[in-house]
């Protein structure tokens, strides 16, 4: 006969804490007013005893169920999964994640609406999509906690990173290298969900133009949609200039590979004849060398948790945003002139 394993309750943790039950319940629901040595006991308690609350059992009474609700733009781009992956490696217990997928404009706002109507969360992140006056003024009233992680808007808490001076520093990489023609490969500036990547980036690279008192020259930007494939039909278009640039600054790794790849198709060499950057540092830009411009997504997910536990443990404290200056990582992708 195999043996019966009791299930552990919130009372076998009070009992071995030398607590009372609504004391765990307070622990486990992230309250305040509960000393530290005794909040540690708690946590000691539930270790040992490998207890799990149950998220409907503790959001009975709150009609909370310990969840934070994480909605982004979509579920694929290894921007997004790393962010994700960061978040879900340092959420406090005994929080879990809840995602919700915003696949357009309309789908965002009924999900907003859901969010904010059920009041089932704890704390909600909003990665990358701006909010609109409505939805801005629908999260105000509904007084759930809530963080912006790369976006900022004045009445929430926001941590993002400064496209405009990640973009600067990469440009200003190339022009400190004596590079005077650097071709922009960005994305579109204008998008179903109104993000500013694209038009931030392009601004940052008119910036360090403007410091290196080089022309602005509209003939060397060119726009797709993000993909490599787009890039790298963009390369040709590119290579065959007759007063090809020295460099190409692409606004995505992604599309920094597409540049790469076009370089190999026409025999140009990089960076002996040309030098190429990328932007967001994912795991394959080591791979091919690239220089690219580095985003710490450890940093701004751990900010961004701290910002909610911060707004759940004391509402109506005054928002902050910070910014998070990326940098630029130096590869083989890059070359002075000679």
């Known amino acids: 006969m195999g043996q019966n394993h009791k299930r552990v309750t919130i009372y076998d943790v009070a009992k071995k804490a030398g607590v009372t039950a609504a004391t765990v319940s307070r622990v486990i629901n992230g309250k305040t007013n509960v000393a530290h040595e005794t909040k540690e006991r708690v946590l000691k308690a539930i270790e040992e005893l490998n207890y799990y609350p149950s998220p409907l059992a503790a959001g009975l009474h709150s009609h909370q169920s310990n969840q934070i609700g994480i909605l982004v733009p979509f579920f694929f781009g290894e921007f997004f999964y790393k962010v994700l992956s960061h978040i879900s490696q340092v959420i406090p217990f005994p929080y879990e994640l809840v995602l919700y997928d915003a696949a357009t404009p309309e789908i965002k706002s009924r999900t907003i609406q859901k969010i904010f109507g059920e009041k089932k969360l704890n704390g909600l992140i909003v990665i990358s999509l701006p ?10 009233q509904s007084e759930l906690p809530l963080v912006l992680l790369d976006n900022v808007h004045p009445s929430f808490p926001s941590v993002y990173f ?23 490969i960005n994305g579109a500036h204008e998008d179903p969900f109104h993000l500013a990547v694209a038009k931030n980036r392009h601004e940052g690279y008119r910036l360090a133009l403007d410091m290196a008192k080089i022309p602005f020259d509209p003939d060397l930007v060119f726009v797709n949609d993000w993909s490599r494939q787009g ?108």
């Open 131 to 140: 909010l609109l006056k409505e939805e801005a003024f629908l999260a105000m």
């Open 162 to 184: 400064d496209n405009v001076m990640g973009m600067f520093h990469a440009t200003q990489h190339l022009t400190k290298m004596g590079h005077k023609r650097i071709a922009l």
């Open 231 to 338: 890039a790298r039909f963009l390369t040709h278009k590119i290579l065959k200039m007759k007063n090809r640039p020295t460099a190409i600054m692409a606004t995505s790794d992604l599309q920094a590979v597409g540049v790469l790849e076009a370089c190999q198709e026409a025999g140009v060499a990089v960076p002996d004849e040309i030098s190429v950057v990328g932007y967001d540092d994912m795991d394959f830009a080591d791979f091919f060398g690239l220089t690219t411009v580095q985003q710490s997504f450890q940093t701004i997910a751990r900010i961004a948790l701290d910002m909610l536990v911060q707004a759940m443990n004391h509402p109506g404290s005054k928002p902050e945003q910070v910014a998070l200056i990326p940098t630029v990582v130096v590869r083989k992708t890059t070359k002075a002139l000679e």
